[in-house]
């Protein structure tokens, strides 16, 4: 018997595996950090707002749940918004960056791609660790551009977790 709940608990534990990752950081060292940690509490990633101009990412913007987060960055360029559909997160995100960051492409588990920005620099792939895991929140450095970027990964969260029920 007691065996048995041994057994159990074993085999538990071994099914608890990891789930969080982080790819990143890419780009370079300027501007301030920010991170959008606490803004997971708000929800999944529902929507992105990017700004570019000829030569950079220049501000970013995350919706968790139905809460978009700070603007970061600049107002050089324009912006374009992606609204992901229900069930829609992203799982994949690559790009491009020389000192400031150039581009981003963003891939979702429903197959759809978003490329904004500029082909100049290095290359990088950010993507998760764990299989089905996505895209649960960012964070890097900007000041009058997107400096750096890193992607941090899990399962995807079902809801808000601290909205009134
Ligand atoms: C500001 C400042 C820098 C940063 C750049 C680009 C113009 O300078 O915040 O530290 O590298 O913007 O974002």
Redesign the pocket.
């Known amino acids: 018997m007691l065996l048995w709940i041994l057994l159990g608990v074993c085999s538990l534990a071994a099914a608890q595996q990891r789930s969080s990752s982080y790819s990143g950081e890419y780009g370079?060292g300027?501007?301030?950090r920010f991170s959008h940690s606490g803004n997971q509490l708000d929800g999944p990633i529902t929507a992105i707002r990017v700004r570019s101009n000829r030569q950079y990412i220049t501000g970013i913007q995350v919706r968790y749940g139905t809460t978009w987060s700070e603007y970061k960055g600049?107002s050089l360029g324009d912006i374009e918004e992606i609204f992901l559909h229900p069930g829609e997160s992203f799982i994949l995100v690559s790009g491009k960056y020389s000192t400031?960051l150039r581009k981003l492409v963003f891939t979702t588990n429903k197959g759809r791609v978003f490329t904004i920005g500029k082909e100049y620099g290095n290359s990088f792939n950010g993507a998760p660790l764990f299989p089905n895991t996505v895209l649960r929140y960012i964070s890097g450095s900007?000041?009058?551009?997107i400096?750096a970027i890193g992607f941090h990964w899990d399962y995807a969260s079902s809801n808000c977790v601290h909205c009134a029920k």
């Open positions: 370079g300027g501007g301030k600049g400031y900007s000041g009058s551009v400096d």
